[in-house]
């Protein structure tokens, strides 16, 4: 099976950033040749949003990290999707492990954040990932699954949702799943999805890895069937790792897993 939609690459700056950083660092990227069939995402900091969306190429696109679960109201530090959205941001991550992990976000909570972005006009990188403890006890597609499962029981049409594969092993780590071992947990996850939402829709979404992904192994990892993109962290602070990244797919040639 072979993901059709368009190659997609995020770069998720995390909390990282000075005014001058994001500055020379949008700078450097927009001296960049990214290849133009190619969709790309960039998410900087809350408090860097307005910057970068007014000087960032029109290339990229620009996303949040995060949003709250309602609209506007008494929810001391949280950003609504109808503040993103009147701000001009086209994007948002959600359910980053980190989120997860350290917010003790549930899948649930990921779900409804997720269907109320989308309702305000904001399209979703939806994140799901196991850690490593999860994946060597054999539980690592029960894990998934429910993931996958908290999304679907909040929304049915799945046109602006990217969903990034991001084992928590691999994320900030070094440790990079195998081109094989990423093909292997897409494949699962587009079957899934083919069995919720139907075979052309399933390989019209794209899934994408994040973990650790960088430029020397992006090109072999794009070259699998299911790894429609990538969801960059450390390296998208880099702009020339960025940009190779970006361009990896037009030189990888599909193989099979």
Request: charged share 20%; net charge negative.
């Amino acid at each position: 099976m072979r993901g059709t939609g368009q190659f997609f690459v995020g770069g998720n700056w995390k909390c990282n950033g000075t005014k001058q950083q994001v500055a020379q660092l949008l700078e450097q990227l927009n001296k960049g040749k990214v290849d133009s069939s190619i969709e790309v995402v960039i998410a900087p900091t809350f408090i860097h949003l307005p910057h970068v969306l007014d000087t960032a190429d029109s290339r990229f696109e620009v996303g949040a990290q995060n949003c709250w679960s309602s609209g506007t109201g008494a929810y001391t530090g949280e950003i609504s999707a109808e503040q993103l959205a009147d701000l001009g941001v086209k994007w948002v991550i959600l359910g980053h492990s980190e989120r997860r992990s350290l917010l003790k976000e549930s899948n649930e909570f990921v779900g409804e954040k997720t269907a109320y972005a989308l309702s305000h006009g904001l399209r979703v990188i939806a994140c799901i990932g196991e850690t490593l403890e999860q994946r060597e006890s054999g539980q690592m597609y029960n894990i998934l699954d429910a993931q996958l499962e908290a999304l679907a029981n909040q929304i049915s049409d799945f046109d602006n949702v990217v969903i990034a594969y991001e084992p928590v092993w691999a994320i900030g780590t070094g440790k990079v799943a195998t081109p094989d071992q990423a093909e292997e947990v897409h494949l699962h996850i587009r079957e899934w999805f083919t069995e919720r939402i139907g075979e052309k829709d399933a390989e019209a979404l794209r899934i994408v890895y994040g973990g650790s992904v960088n430029e020397k192994n992006a090109a072999e990892l794009a070259a699998k069937e299911d790894v429609d993109g990538f969801l960059v962290g450390g390296a998208s602070l880099k702009a020339d790792a960025f940009v190779t990244i970006c361009n990896a797919h037009t030189a990888a040639t599909p193989v099979a897993a």
